[in-house]
């Protein structure tokens, strides 16, 4: 498509959504303001640095033996630079505790240091983004029992509390160093695949890790914190300690007590397949001041499919947005595939979540409440499926466009071409 085709095409657009009291420039100037968080695991299949590497376990499976998969920093760095040009925006890097530096250092998991990840913090500098941050609770020595901070062994469960406090001090150096703040994301695995009858040992554990965790206080402009609920994994079908329930109390009891705001993070792939986590946004923020998206597609028993422009991503950024809550909930993509193109697979689910965000913006509220208000549920229906054959592709291919990255499917030469020249070579 050529860019003055592309041009008149916005034009048209334009004038279709301001029929319906629409203005397209003022969503894109919110849309230029949104960051995604973008997954560092998806170019090497969750494999990171340590040595030797170990499989990511902990109910986490990567599927697929497509060619190409990053084997060190600088494949995985040079995969990235080529992703994020063909995603349009600003954005933030997302790394996992073991995707360090463990050349020179010998040490474990529960000594890790700063130092370790100061490549990665010149990456982002040189290259304008932010960075977050993830300690590493699975594919470990001391987590193949499946527990980590529910373990009832207390040299176990302590090695664990050591690692985490590491990585938020390392977060908080993050955060420092680059002048905007570095979310550190916990996520655990604990949990198992048959019934038990230690559901409340184990949560009683939980809670007690998290708080010697977080009862060390770090300069909240610099380190953000989030924890991660989950349904269940392969391998922990029964029982999953870190569950939505658990963590929406802990977090509301810690931020209640300690005047602290440690966010929820909601992962798509973590609910009942039928579960809306759309509907969750406004209750959620109705108490807590911010929110943490983790951007997937659950598929029957996996969670982590690649994000695509469906219903599910749909719906959470309609009612993000309805919300007024685009500024306070952050997103993040989540999601592993091994048996495509690894680059394709950051840039399809990126775009799809901008794409989304950008349908969202579009929406004509104002329109929709009023028919709502008035009592006149038809005329919101009408509106509602109009919306959805609104020609947003237009302006998605606009603000490519301006934003210098390709248009329509212009990106996948590019992704094709790289794989040629250098995914097949490895
Ligand atoms: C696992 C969680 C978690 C991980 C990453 C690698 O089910 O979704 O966020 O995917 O930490
Ligand atoms: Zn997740």
Redesign the pocket.
Known sequence: MNEALIMKAYEIAVEKYAEHGVSVSEALKKLDSISLSI?C?QGDD?RGFEMPVSE?GG??AVTGNYPGRAGNVEELQADLKIALSLIPGKHRLNL?AIYGDFSKYTGDRDTLVYSQYIHWVDWAKEHGLGLDF?ATCFGHVRSSDGWTLCSLEDDKRNFWVEHVKRCREIGEHFGKTLGRPCMH?L?I?DGCKDSTALRFKRREKLKESLSEIYSVRHDRTCLMDSV?S?LF?IGSEAFVAGSHEFYMQWVSDHNLRNNDDVLL?L?M??FHPTESVADKISSILMFQQRLLL?I?RGLRWD??HVAVFDDGVKELMLETARAGALERTYLAL?Y?DASINRIGAWVAGARATLMAVLFALLEPLDKIREYELEGNGLGRLALMEACKTLPLGSVWDYWCTINDVPAGLKWLDKTGEYEKNFLSKR
């Open positions: 997954h695991w969750v990511p109910g986490l996992h993830n994301n996520w695995p991660e989950k994994g993070c992962d792939g973590h983790h997937s969670s982590d989540d592993f």
